[in-house]
């Protein structure tokens, strides 16, 4: 089964600052990756989705960026952090063949 | 309107009963459907999936209503083990799995 490895774990940024957090996936190829966010006490807002390498869908308009530079690398990133991109990151794989989609562990992240 | 729409909870109840949770979904193209776990702080992971058969796994039965566009899941003899927040979870695409969108989740307390 999949891998998918997500750092860091919790993360305290600045308002204004820049954030990059990055998602790799182990045991296989050519995945659909997926950034998805989760406010505290709410579900999973889909942000990001590729369906391969420079291939990146925008699910709603934000603050945030992604890109996907290699086949099991996704990247999210923001130039200046708002308060409101508070919450909990998380990056999913899907490949062919699996009925499931996997789970990092996530980025708890909070900005003041 | 929401892809897919939970009641948020939290539903609490005793160990040993019977407590079922709906999920309704506004696509009705839709072909996949999960369920999936949450416990606090944690990445989701897969409970099971839905089919247009219904499926059942221990204690655990899901079932897909294609007509009223609703998925359920229902657990028998509650432990206090099962006390998470269950993921409704929708694949709206009829030929590939690009977008995997999620309920809110819906929070279950069992009791002593």
């Known amino acids: 089964s999949q891998t998918i490895h997500q750092w860091p774990a919790t993360l305290v940024q600045p308002v204004g600052s820049p954030l990059s957090l990055e998602c790799t996936v182990e045991?296989?190829?050519?995945?659909?990756l997926y950034w998805y966010r989760q406010a505290a006490g709410r579900g999973l807002q889909l942000l990001f989705y590729s369906v391969g390498i420079g291939q990146i869908s925008s699910e709603v308009p934000q603050n945030l960026s992604a890109s996907r530079p290699q086949d099991r690398q996704f990247i999210l990133s923001s130039k200046k952090l708002l308060l409101s991109d508070s919450g909990f990151y998380l990056c999913?794989?899907?490949?062919?063949?699996?009925?499931?989609?996997?789970f990092g562990q996530g980025t708890r992240l909070t900005v003041v | 309107r929401k892809e897919v729409e939970q009641d948020p909870g939290p539903f609490n109840v005793p160990e040993g009963a019977t407590v079922a949770f709906n999920c309704t979904y506004s696509n009705s193209a839709s072909q996949s459907f999960f369920w999936y776990r949450q416990d606090c702080r944690k990445e989701p992971k897969l409970l099971m999936s839905?089919?247009?058969s219904g499926n059942e796994d221990g204690r655990f039965t899901a079932q897909l209503n294609r007509a009223s566009q609703y998925i359920s899941l229902l657990i028998r003899d509650s432990k206090l083990s099962d006390s998470a927040t269950y993921l409704c979870v929708v694949n709206p695409e009829v030929y590939n799995f690009n977008k995997f969108y999620f309920g809110s989740g819906t929070k279950l307390n069992v009791k002593p």
């Open positions: 999913a794989s899907w490949s062919s063949g699996n009925t499931e989609a996997f």
């Open positions: 839905v089919y247009s």
């Open positions: 045991g296989t190829s050519n995945p659909n």
